[in-house]
């Protein structure tokens, strides 16, 4: 890795998980106009806006109210969003369809509490032939991440989760979760690995395919969350017959379109909300030339 892309990834994770910073920008005007490349509006009615929009364009949506680590009233109000946001998908006659984190909804407090706060969401959710995928964060996560998954779509809940490729463990949890009958969807990584990491861009680009092959062997609808064509076009036209294509909102909107007209189905995967620091750092981080759209953003050119 170039090593001066290096330093600014690094700098760029560690500013992500600077909440102070974070909330002083979050609360500035100047701050959400750099970041609406990425994030689809702070309210409900603003997503839902952004989401019947990409659908008259041909692509479905997933809503994700951001919200990073919270407890108690906070990770409540989280909950009471994600239950409120599939109702507004339903009413708007969007597909209800929503991304969750556990962090968000308290794992702090404990597997139970956060548990219990997916649990109310899923309820929402089967009410409106809706789905609900939980996202794979922070490595330390991961274990209560998959025990709740499990034991949700044990219970006949409408969930789902993701795989991160840039984790070697994730070679031994697919086999669970696909036994599991719990649906993915195969991401990169966006959270360092730590010591569990498979090494270099090439090793994780090996594992993604390695563990493409293992979900599209399974009966399993399976989701390549990627703007990466080159890992796409390998993917072959089972996984096209078989799955869908996702990307993040604002992420190669080009790449999108020619997918959707090569007959992938491309979900488009939205956030929208007050608490969006850490999201956006993360994305500038994966690709430092996205500060350069900000910043344009930011001074109206
Ligand atoms: C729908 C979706 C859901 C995700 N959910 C999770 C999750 O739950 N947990 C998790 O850890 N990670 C998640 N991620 C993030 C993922 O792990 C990667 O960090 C991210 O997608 C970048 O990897 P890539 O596969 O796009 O490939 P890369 O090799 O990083 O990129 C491929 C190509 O896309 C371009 N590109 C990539 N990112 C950007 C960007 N931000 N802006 C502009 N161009 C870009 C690159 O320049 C390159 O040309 C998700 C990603 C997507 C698309």
Redesign the pocket.
Same mark, same amino acid.
């Given at each position: 890795m170039n090593p001066l892309f290096a330093l600014s990834r690094a700098v760029l994770l560690r500013m992500s998980r600077a909440a102070a910073l974070g909330r002083a920008v979050q609360g500035t005007a100047w701050g959400r106009r750099s970041v609406r490349r990425f994030v689809a509006g702070n309210t409900i009615p603003e997503a839902v806006a952004v989401a019947l929009d990409l659908k008259g364009r041909g692509f479905t949506v997933t809503l994700d109210r951001l919200g990073e680590a919270s407890s108690g009233a906070s990770a409540d109000t989280y909950a009471a969003d994600a239950s409120a946001l599939l109702i507004a998908q339903s009413t708007a006659g969007l597909e209800p369809n929503v991304s969750v984190k556990l962090t968000a909804l308290g794992l702090e407090e404990g597997s139970n509490l956060a548990a219990a706060r997916l649990e109310r969401i899923l309820t929402t959710a089967q009410s409106v032939h809706g789905f609900v995928r939980v996202?794979? =964060?922070y490595p330390h996560s991961l274990d209560q991440l998959h025990e709740i998954v499990c034991t949700a779509r044990a219970a006949g809940r409408p969930v789902g989760t993701?795989l991160?490729a840039n984790m070697r463990r994730s070679m031994r949890d697919v086999d669970r979760l696909i036994s599991a009958g719990v649906p993915i969807?195969l991401?990169?990584?966006?959270?360092d690995p730590g010591v569990d990491g498979v090494g270099e861009?090439a090793a994780v680009d090996a594992a993604y395919l390695g563990l493409a092959e293992r979900l599209l062997g399974s009966p399993l609808h399976v989701a390549f969350?990627?703007?990466?064509d080159r890992?796409i076009d390998q993917l072959g036209d089972a996984a096209k017959a078989r799955g869908e294509v996702?990307?993040?909102y604002g992420?190669?909107a080009e790449l999108a379109e020619r997918l959707r007209r090569t007959g992938w189905r491309v979900r488009i995967?939205t956030p929208y909300g007050p608490d969006w620091w850490p999201y956006s750092l993360r994305?500038m981080a =994966?690709?430092p030339a996205?500060l350069r759209f900000v910043l344009r953003s930011l001074f109206g050119r």
């Open positions: 996202d794979a =964060e993701v991160q969807r991401v990169k990584g966006a959270y861009s969350g990627t703007h990466d890992i996702q990307l993040l992420v190669r995967y994305r =994966e690709r996205n």
